[in-house]
């Protein structure tokens, strides 16, 4: 028995000198001296040793010096080439969120498969520790994911994490790249008329659509059925004046040039609503941000012509933040007084003729929209409209606006908490202001989702509200935003619409300073797609005179803009979850089915839309939207392979 226990101890002490021998072989490489700028985060700082917030890595009470801070969904590429022996951390929500609501799923994937999951992580809860072999591994992907609830308060920590590596030392690596294949087919030279099928106005306001169409110049238009007060323009295809009495006017539209003849219904609503399909267009944060000026304004307006973009329905050019006078600025572009001696809000020297803006983008039948806030301050501290409320409205109205995206901000400071009162209380207030203008705008809410505003937004006269915080141009943030919106659907439609926040394809960059948008080329199909299902305004982030051919084919393809502006106003639902597959569908007027398909995985992945699990029976023709081609009869299911992050839009028709 001694002998035994002898053997054993000898065997531990032997075992115990040569890990301590081959652990002396490797270096400890800390995850965060690598280059982790090139991880993708959806939400905060990429945290070098810091949160996500750039505090000090805490988990459970314990302080770590080492670690990477991020926010899921987040992602970073490493390769090892077989460099490496173990990757070990500690995982979980940092305790600068101890208290809230957040959820993580860490996890490991090798060489394409899962080497490692932690178990759903919550705030103020355990962490978990991991300490795994990487040693046949050449590239290593590390992902932390919301746990199906959202990604708010997902601070999501690999703290103390370290590779004992030897040469090649591990290294972080960008995403595989992707060839940029367009499949919109290029618009026909015949005449085709495209955009919504229906608008709203209310009698007796400014009237002003520009009928959409493709095909060569010159070209001339009709319009039979007009209501009284209407006039159209059959050069340009404006129609313009005041519609007379409330009433539902069926209206042809025809378009002829020297190859063809094209025509289209259109219903104008005469009535209290207006926006009765998502608004299409352009706004200035998502490239100009405070480098915005009149100038860009006017360029942005020439290029949604010039591109052809205004052909297919685009029609807004909405102003951001910063056109007015910056609080307490000693800038002389920016600084000044806030107001004039009657109160009415003054521009900054970038704007030095707003009512000739407004103007020159309405004789090219275009909308346009302005920013302001209900609190003293905007969110970039300039003039907000916290007691001016009435006379900003009217202000906005001369101007001639048709949009106000109306953000939150500085009304933090005057609210007294997030009950449901005071979150609603300014929003009211500017909505009474609108009412009483004279003039349609569309009141955009801005206020990121708070109080679940879905649920009342239409209550306080939102034509749209933001249901998320900021998009950033990466996948963490386009994925947690966009599939964010299941079970929101039922808040949406005519007139209401949810807002998940603005495109972020082509260049981007909230500033002087522009890149191309960090989405590949699938997940700007995904994107277009699942933002054109989810019925949502669909306003472009990115300069447009910039604008490559990859970009303008995603945003002109007719048969997609038609699934977003569809009259019946449904948004779509998710139908169909299995891991990281996803099927969401979206009922259209016509009585066909618009059906997205979606891999949010890392990997190409065989999806199967069964008719069963659709609600449907019997047989259908399935079109692929994207390509705008029949795919042919199917009988109980469609089945394709999905790229990673990628997804397959269709349009379902009985038979």
């Given at each position: 028995m001694k002998s035994s226990i002898i053997r054993f101890f000898?065997?531990?002490?032997?075992?115990?000198?040569?890990?301590?021998?081959?652990?002396?072989?490797?270096?400890?490489?800390?995850?965060?001296?690598?280059?982790?700028?090139?991880?993708?985060?959806?939400?905060?700082?990429?945290?070098?040793?810091?949160?996500?917030?750039?505090?000090p890595i805490t988990l459970n009470g314990i302080t770590y010096k080492h670690g990477f801070g991020t926010h899921a969904n987040s992602i970073l590429y490493l390769s090892l080439k077989g460099g490496s022996e173990r990757f070990s951390a500690t995982v979980g929500i940092d305790d600068e969120e101890k208290l809230t609501t957040g959820s993580v799923i860490f996890?490991?994937?090798?060489?394409?498969?899962?080497?490692?999951?932690?178990?759903?992580?919550?705030?103020?809860?355990?962490?978990?520790?991991?300490d795994i072999n990487v040693s046949r591994i050449d590239t290593l992907i590390l992902l932390a994911e919301g746990a199906g609830d959202g990604i708010n308060y997902d601070h999501a920590d690999w703290a103390n994490a370290y590779f004992l590596s030897k040469k090649p030392a591990p290294i972080t690596i960008s995403r595989p790249s992707e060839p940029a294949i367009i499949l919109t087919p290029k618009a026909a030279d015949t005449p085709k008329i495209n955009g919504p099928k229906i608008y709203g106005t209310r009698p007796g306001h400014d009237f002003l659509y520009k009928i959409p169409a493709t095909g060569v110049r010159p070209m001339s238009f009709e319009a039979s059925g007009l209501p009284q007060g209407l006039k159209l323009d059959p050069l340009t295809g404006i129609i313009s004046g005041k519609v007379a009495k409330a009433g539902t006017y069926e209206v042809n539209f025809t378009a002829v040039n020297s190859l063809g003849k094209a025509q289209r219904k259109f219903s104008i609503v005469a009535g209290d609503k207006i926006a009765l399909t998502p608004p299409l267009g352009w706004n200035s944060w998502n490239?100009?941000?405070?480098?915005?000026?009149?100038?860009?304004?006017?360029?942005?307006?020439?290029?949604?012509?010039?591109?052809?973009?205004?052909?297919?329905?685009?029609?807004?050019?909405?102003?951001?933040?910063?056109?007015?006078?910056?609080?307490?600025?000693?800038?002389?572009?920016?600084?000044?007084?806030?107001?004039?001696s009657k109160g009415n809000m003054n521009v900054n020297k970038k704007f030095p003729d707003v009512k000739a803006l407004t103007d020159y983008v309405h004789r090219q039948g275009l909308k346009i929209g302005i920013y302001s806030g209900p609190g003293p301050r905007t969110c970039a501290g300039y003039e907000g409209c916290y007691k001016h409320e009435e006379q900003d409205a009217l202000q906005f109205a001369r101007w001639g606006f048709d949009y106000l995206k109306y953000d939150w901000c500085a009304y933090e400071e005057i609210a007294k908490d997030h009950s449901l009162p005071e979150l609603q209380k300014p929003y009211i207030i500017m909505n009474k202001a609108l009412q009483n203008s004279g003039r349609d705008i569309v009141f955009s809410l801005c206020q990121y989702g708070m109080g679940d505003v879905w649920k009342w937004g239409e209550e306080v006269g939102g034509n749209c509200w933001r249901t998320t915080g900021d998009i950033t141009d990466n996948w963490s943030s386009m994925e947690g935003i966009g599939f964010g919106q299941a079970g929101l659907e039922k808040y949406a439609g005519p007139g209401h619409w949810n807002d998940p926040d603005m495109l972020v394809v082509g260049m981007v960059g909230w500033g002087p300073k522009l890149h191309q948008t960090q989405l590949t080329p699938n997940e700007q199909y995904t994107h277009i797609s699942l933002w054109s299902m989810l019925a949502s305004p669909l306003l472009i982030g990115c300069d447009m005179t910039q604008m490559d051919e990859f970009t303008f084919n995603l945003l002109s393809n007719d048969e997609v803009l038609d699934i977003n502006q569809d009259p019946l106003g449904q948004q779509a639902s998710r139908t169909v979850q299995l891991g990281d597959l996803e099927i969401w569908t979206k009922p259209l007027e016509d009585g066909s089915i618009a059906v997205g398909l979606f891999n949010r995985g890392l990997f190409s992945s065989r999806i199967v839309a069964k008719w069963l699990d659709l609600g449907l029976e019997g047989s259908y023709m399935v079109r692929d939207v994207w390509r705008q081609k029949d795919l042919g009869v199917y009988d109980s299911r469609y089945e394709t392979t999905l790229p990673s992050h990628g997804c397959c839009l269709l349009k379902i028709t009985r038979k």
């Open positions: 000898l065997a531990l002490i032997l075992m115990t000198f040569i890990s301590r021998t081959k652990a002396q072989e490797y270096d400890t490489i800390w995850l965060s001296s690598l280059d982790i700028k090139k991880a993708s985060t959806g939400w905060g700082i990429l945290g070098k040793d810091v949160s996500c917030m750039g505090k996890s490991i994937y090798g060489e394409g498969s899962l080497l490692w999951r932690s178990r759903v992580l919550k705030s103020g809860g355990p962490s978990e520790k991991f490239c100009f941000a405070c480098a915005i000026d009149q100038d860009k304004v006017k360029s942005a307006a020439d290029a949604m012509l010039k591109s052809g973009l205004a052909d297919h329905g685009w029609s807004y050019i909405n102003i951001d933040d910063c056109w007015m006078i910056q609080s307490n600025s000693k800038d002389s572009v920016v600084g000044g007084d806030t107001r004039n």
